[in-house]
């Protein structure tokens, strides 16, 4: 996600409570929604920008880790800039996220599910597809725009190795 918010920096925004201005944040700071024993949180992992896949793959760990443990504290549930939940965790499909203000985006992501798609000669075959559902707000963000972010994100995860010329 980090690396397509680079190329559609608005993603990454927030609106002012009074809705006067909107300030861009260089930082990524990606929230993570998460089933936790105090029901769900959404704790940060902040700088992702800045951080390895390893790196974001430990913050990630660490986060669940004091999630499972009930130990999430202020420091790691503020300062989100935009957020992903993952209601394919626990087998669901479809969902619509609420944005979590003052961010201006957020992601659902629903299960992978083995689906029969037309495949590139015609032919029915079976693929892996997993729906993602975006909530953008359109004071900010209009529908081409998150077409066109989305659009690279997809093309980042359909093809990984694309992600190489961005890891750190």
Do not use: C
Not at 4 to 28: C, K, M, Q, W
Not at 103 to 122: C, Y
């Amino acid at each position: 996600m980090s690396m397509a918010i680079a190329d559609y920096p608005v993603l990454n925004s927030s609106l002012s409570a009074d809705e006067s201005s909107l300030t861009f944040h260089g930082r990524h700071n990606i929230g993570i929604a998460m089933d936790t024993p105090r029901g769900l949180l959404v704790p940060v992992v902040k700088d992702v920008q800045a951080k390895s896949v390893f790196e974001v793959a430990a913050a990630l760990r660490e986060l669940q880790q004091l999630g499972a443990a009930n130990k999430l504290g202020e420091q790691h549930l503020t300062g989100g800039t935009i957020s992903l939940s993952n209601m394919g965790s626990i087998g669901g499909t479809y969902l619509k996220p609420v944005i979590l203000a003052p961010q201006t985006a957020i992601v659902a992501l629903g299960r992978i599910q083995t689906l029969p798609r037309q495949q590139a000669h015609g032919s029915v075959g079976l693929s892996k597809v997993m729906v993602a559902n975006w909530a953008g707000d359109h004071r900010v963000i209009d529908g081409a725009t998150m077409g066109r972010f989305v659009n690279t994100w997809k093309a980042l995860l359909e093809n990984p190795t694309n992600m190489l010329a961005h890891l750190k």
